[in-house]
């Protein structure tokens, strides 16, 4: 533990780097990155290591394949990772391995990293792959923390780090509220751009961080908090290199010199966008996206409930309200134990003892927080000009009053730097980085998410928060849930905080995944989206006719990637050559991430 304080060393700022934090946050991110180091304890290891040769291809084949790379994109594009692998944090992430890694971290490690300047050098790299039949895996911006992060599943693949060179928005239209970006624009970016052009009636939404790629973060089907949450649902229109190097525009982007790209998702026949989300069947290189106009007004509201059970009714309560769009907002519904976390502080200052906190104790803690003890908080906005909201508001206060000890917070009584005025910004559309504060809660944080999905019922809620605590507390974890509420569903969403220099408790969080998500697919619950280590597992949950799902996308991957060079495995779906080869990581399966060799490739499928 570093106990003199040592001067931080600056983060990149976004007009050096295209990830790099927006000017106004930079003093949040110096004190979030001082935090973080103040309890590091992991030692970063000096030596340069082994590059990780993907299987099915000799080291002497592999670097002549790299040169042959170099002197397409010219050598500062194509960068072998045989350095020591620095984990770096939020805002400076690596882009070879997972900094969250909850397997050894040289599980899910790239053997090399490229960087195309355009989607003809992803042409290149596509073609180049199909040549050596080396496995590649896209990334934006490498930010899919708790998911993976920047990491491949197969180890070796190389990383095609497309947010580095193509990082341009290529429009913004004030009229049609709507956008089109590459894949390294990150939602701060967007953010600081439409400011910068004046264009004060455009909202972005925005995820809990603001460091992601619009784009990768569209494709994993990731949320915000406006009532533009689901940003699948608001995208329109991509652009899409082929793993055999084709490439092709979905919606109205097929039609030569059309208009209706960014407005009209679907275009003329079979939908082809689903299958490029949370897949491996291509590489986007470019994203439309609607744009919310500014609605006249908006007033962020917190709710507490004082006790565990109040959950079943509450839920009951949210999803009328929810579904009639009187809780506008992809809202959200906390445990207390996040907010106590959310003060940044680690474990240790509040609890000494091994296991998951006790109740008592964090109800004593929940105490000295600016909204006083409680068990759950719903974290809300109401927009448009007053009097509508107000409408809304009221019809609120009066169903969450039926609560016996439900309190509404007055913002007024809270100091400016509380945790919900970062929800207030969240959820009017300016990116933050507040949230990454709970990630203290152990030294050498690091963070993994179970996020089942399920209807906006009572029953639905307690059954998961009851899997989720039962597990947590088998395995002497703590545990973060949020419900997430969309329209007619909710992701419940736990968060696990661990050290990841710490091999006994990665081994906790391992056993906890997996037996959460069986016992969640026991009763019919299936997660929206997961780890690399998770994939597997979760995939074979959906298996409904004989896994005739699975069967489908197989066909599709054969079909569209006959070499299988596209992130192999990705959400369970891996191509000809490794199946059957052990690759899978499940349960029953071994824990490390390679499998029993590929098949050679068969001479039909030179490209
Ligand atoms: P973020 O930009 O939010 O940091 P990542 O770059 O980590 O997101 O990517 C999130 C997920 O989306 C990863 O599984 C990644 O493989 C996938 N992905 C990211 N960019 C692309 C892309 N351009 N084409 C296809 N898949 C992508």
């Given at each position: 533990m570093s106990s003199q304080k040592q001067a931080v060393p600056p983060t990149p700022l976004l007009e050096e780097k295209h990830n790099g934090i927006p000017a106004r946050l930079f003093d949040k991110a110096q004190k979030t990155k001082a935090r973080i180091l103040d309890i590091a304890t992991k030692t970063q290891v000096t030596r340069r290591r082994e590059p990780a040769i993907p299987q099915g291809i000799e080291k002497g084949k592999f670097l002549e394949a790299l040169e042959d790379l170099s002197r397409q994109l010219r050598k500062e594009n194509v960068e072998i990772v045989d350095k020591p692998l620095k984990d770096g944090w939020y805002m400076e992430n690596p882009n070879t391995h997972d900094s969250m890694h909850v397997l050894d971290d040289e599980e899910f490690i790239a053997s090399a990293i490229v960087y195309p300047g355009d989607t003809a050098e992803v042409q290149k790299i596509v073609l180049w792959a199909n040549k050596h039949h080396i496995p590649i895996f896209p990334i934006s911006i490498g930010r899919n923390f708790g998911y993976g992060g920047a990491a491949p599943r197969v180890r070796g693949s190389v990383v095609v780090d497309l947010g580095r060179r193509m990082n341009k928005i290529l429009d913004i239209n004030p009229d049609d509220c709507t956008c089109l970006v590459e894949p390294g624009v990150t939602f701060y970016a967007l953010y600081e751009e439409i400011q910068a052009r004046g264009y004060k009636h455009l909202w972005i939404d925005v995820p809990d961080l603001g460091g992601g790629s619009i784009l990768g973060n569209t494709l994993d089907r990731g949320v915000g908090y406006t009532p533009y949450g689901d940003h699948?649902?608001?995208?329109?229109?991509?652009?899409?290199?082929?793993?055999?190097?084709?490439?092709?525009?979905?919606?109205?982007?097929?039609?030569?010199?059309?208009?209706?790209?960014?407005?009209?998702?679907?275009?003329?026949?079979?939908?082809?966008?689903?299958?490029?989300?949370?897949?491996?069947?291509?590489?986007?290189?470019?994203?439309?996206?609607?744009?919310?106009?500014?609605?006249?007004?908006?007033?962020?509201?917190?709710?507490?409930?004082?006790?565990?059970?109040?959950?079943?009714?509450?839920?009951?309560?949210?999803?009328?309200?929810r579904i009639a769009n009187i809780l506008e907002n992809v809202a959200q519904l906390r445990h207390v134990v996040e907010q106590i976390a959310c003060l940044g502080k680690p474990r240790s200052t509040y609890w000494q003892g091994e296991g998951s906190m006790p109740d008592d104790v964090i109800h004593e803690v929940a105490k000295s927080l600016s909204h006083g003890d409680c068990t759950w908080l719903y974290y809300g906005m109401a927009y448009g000009p007053k009097e509508i909201r107000q409408y809304k508001l009221d019809i609120i206060h009066k169903e969450f009053m039926k609560i016996p000890g439900a309190r509404r917070i007055d913002p007024s009584t809270l100091p400016k730097d509380d945790y919900f005025w970062s929800r207030d910004r969240i959820a009017s559309g300016v990116p933050d980085l507040e949230e990454l504060a709970w990630v203290n809660w152990h030294p050498n944080g690091a963070h993994i998410a179970f996020s089942p999905v399920s209807p906006v019922r009572g029953v639905d809620a307690t059954k998961l928060w009851k899997i989720a605590k039962t597990r947590c507390n088998e395995n002497g974890l703590d545990l973060f849930p949020t419900y997430v509420v969309g329209l007619r569903e909710m992701h419940l969403i736990v968060e696990i905080v661990f050290n990841r220099d710490d091999p006994k408790m990665r081994k906790a969080i391992h056993d906890c995944m997996r037996a959460m998500i069986d016992d969640a697919a026991k009763e019919g619950y299936g997660e929206y989206r997961t780890h690399l280590a998770f994939m597997d597992q979760i995939a074979g949950t959906y298996n409904w006719n004989d896994n005739a799902l699975m069967k489908f996308n197989q066909r599709l991957k054969d079909c569209l990637d006959p070499n299988g060079i596209l992130a192999p495995g990705k959400s369970g779906v891996w191509p000809a050559r490794y199946r059957g080869r052990g690759w899978e990581l499940t349960k029953e399966g071994r824990e490390t991430s390679e499998g029993n060799g590929v098949a050679p490739p068969s001479a039909s499928t030179k490209l």
């Open positions: 699948w649902t608001f995208h329109s229109g991509l652009e899409v290199v082929l793993p055999t190097g084709e490439v092709i525009r979905t919606g109205m982007g097929a039609l030569p010199n059309n208009n209706s790209w960014q407005i009209f998702p679907y275009g003329f026949g079979p939908y082809a966008d689903g299958i490029f989300s949370q897949s491996n069947f291509g590489i986007v290189t470019k994203l439309g996206m609607a744009l919310m106009p500014d609605p006249g007004g908006y007033e962020s509201y917190l709710y507490t409930f004082q006790k565990e059970e109040d959950l079943t009714q509450l839920v009951e309560i949210i999803r009328p309200l």
